[in-house]
């Protein structure tokens, strides 16, 4: 492989790399969607439904309607990089995802290593869990 096609490849490379990064939600997007909106998601690796509200004091109120249960004792928050983020005390650390927009009302979180573990649809005002 030569010198110039190497350098054109790599360029490439940099711009998708770019662009992917530039698809993501800013701060205030992800802080004007989310907060005291109630929404519907599937959780991918497990194919998990569930609905949760984002209460504007912070708490995450989850519902998972297969088992008819409840989340307890979590919280949400947005880094300034535009990631939401949900902790539990049980939790070592916070689980931190970018948001991306994929049309017709759908968002994809990605992950820190770039994989798409949620898909969120069906944002409403209020707490309707």
């Not at 979590?74 to 650390?93: D, L, S, Y």
Request: hydrophobic letters at 30%; aromatic letters at 12%; glycine letters at 8%.
């Amino acid at each position: 492989m030569g010198k110039n096609t190497l350098a054109l490849l790599l360029g490439f490379f940099s711009i998708s790399m770019l662009v992917q990064a530039s698809e993501y939600m800013s701060a205030e997007e992800v802080k004007k969607l989310m907060t005291g909106k109630t929404f519907d998601g599937v959780y991918l690796p497990i194919g998990k439904p569930f609905s949760a509200y984002e209460s504007p004091d912070g708490t995450h109120n989850v519902y998972y309607p297969k088992t008819d249960k409840r989340s307890k004792n979590r919280i949400w928050f947005i880094t300034a990089k535009g990631q939401h983020c949900t902790a539990n005390k049980k939790w070592p650390e916070a689980h931190c995802s970018h948001l991306k927009y994929a049309g017709n009302g759908e968002y994809h979180k990605i992950n820190k290593d770039g994989k798409h573990t949620h898909i969120l649809t069906n944002f409403r005002r209020g707490n309707q869990l």
